[in-house]
């Protein structure tokens, strides 16, 4: 049963402290997408990742947000900096596009919950 | 940008069917996604429409008219198991790859 996997699934951290969440996407996908989700924004797309190159990452705040796919798969994404509005869940989806009639649907990973006090 | 609006929230009873009414306004339209989110779980794939007409998967149905920029996700025969946030995502082309947007989702209460 392929599925994506983040770690870790909760993370509890204090302002100023570095984070880093993972992602392993399902073998055989080829792109990769972090989303953020809160109560009050909803789900909003941060990065993606086809083939490994970052492809649009205009929804992360590229001061204190960094994601990197160091092979096939892993995804990264790391704060820091960390400041409590960054708490929210953290999901990472995979998908497969080879060609523009591909569906390319996302599957979710399980998710990050992360709070920062 | 996308302007993707979906109702709150939606109240019905088990066994009985509801309709989930989103609207969107975007260029670069390159498909439609249904996804269902069981609170403090991910959000799971039910249902991708990119032609207009009627897509049906067992009791879940999606439809798409691009000129009205308007779908529904149609759910029968309820179950309290679909109790769950319904999350209507617009895929738009773009040179650089495709991006998905989502509205802000559907609280759904099935009540018994």
């Known amino acids: 049963d392929a599925r994506v996997t983040q770690t870790p699934r909760h993370k509890v951290t204090e302002m100023g402290q570095e984070v880093t969440m993972r992602c392993q996407p399902i073998?055989?996908?080829?792109?990769v997408f972090w989303y953020r989700q809160t109560m009050m924004q909803g789900l909003e797309l941060l990065a993606y990742f086809r083939n490994r190159a970052p492809l649009d990452d205009s929804g992360m705040p590229k001061d204190r947000f960094s994601a990197e796919m160091p092979d096939a798969t892993l995804a990264t994404l790391k704060i820091q900096p960390s400041e409590p509005r960054d708490s929210a869940v953290y999901f990472c989806a995979s998908g497969l596009r080879r060609s523009q009639s591909d569906t390319d649907t996302q599957y979710f990973g399980p998710g990050t919950r992360l709070t920062v006090l | 940008g996308q302007n993707i609006d979906q109702p709150t929230e939606m109240t019905a009873t088990e066994g009985a069917i509801v309709q989930i009414n989103c609207t969107y306004q975007?260029?670069?339209?390159?498909?439609l996604f249904w996804y269902q989110q069981h609170a403090g779980e991910a959000p799971t794939f039910l249902s991708y429409?990119?032609?207009?007409g009627l897509e049906e998967k067992g009791r879940f149905s999606s439809f798409l008219s691009r000129s009205k920029g308007y779908s529904y996700l149609l759910l029968k025969e309820l179950q309290m198991k679909d109790s769950a946030s319904y999350l209507c995502?617009?895929?738009?082309?773009?040179?650089?790859?495709?991006?998905?947007?989502f509205g802000g989702g559907t609280r759904v209460l099935v009540k018994p």
């Open positions: 429409n990119v032609l207009d």
């Open positions: 073998l055989g996908h080829n792109t």
């Open positions: 975007t260029s670069g339209f390159n498909g």
């Open positions: 995502a617009v895929r738009v082309f773009k040179a650089a790859g495709n991006k998905l947007t």
